[in-house]
């Protein structure tokens, strides 16, 4: 099995960073890619920033140019830097990857959520 374990979030005033982790562990032969979701109230889950196994990362419109995310392979982590936050931007983050275990299954894998709220 694979288990990842979010963490970084919290309340921040607008204007405000936070760095997101997520570090996964378990049965892992190899990670494909990495991402982070986010699920406003009486909203629907929407994508926030991918990232390739080689590299390559891709942003939603709203966060392009604010939002940084990042992979650290040795650590099997993923990491979503957030700056200028916006109250727009409350909600849970969770972090997802696609990942092939040593018995060789290929899985889709989510963390448990973590709360960022941007409130002055």
């Known amino acids: 099995q694979v288990q990842l374990v979010e963490s970084g979030g919290g309340l921040v005033q607008p204007g405000g960073s936070l760095r997101l982790s997520c570090a996964a562990s378990?049965?892992?032969?190899?990670?494909?890619?990495m991402g982070w979701y986010r699920q406003a109230p009486g909203k629907q889950r929407e994508l926030v920033a991918t990232?390739?196994?080689?590299?390559?990362?891709d942003y939603a419109g709203s966060v392009k140019g604010r939002f940084t995310i990042s992979r650290d392979n040795a650590k099997n982590t993923v990491y979503l830097q957030m700056n200028s936050l916006k109250p727009e931007d409350t909600a849970v983050y969770y972090c997802?990857?696609?990942?092939?275990?040593?018995?060789?299954?290929?899985?889709?894998?989510w963390g448990q959520g973590t709360l960022v709220t941007v409130s002055s």
């Open positions: 997802q990857i696609l990942v092939v275990t040593t018995s060789g299954r290929y899985l889709e894998v």
């Open positions: 990232i390739s196994g080689g590299g390559r990362t």
């Open positions: 378990g049965s892992i032969f190899s990670i494909n890619t």
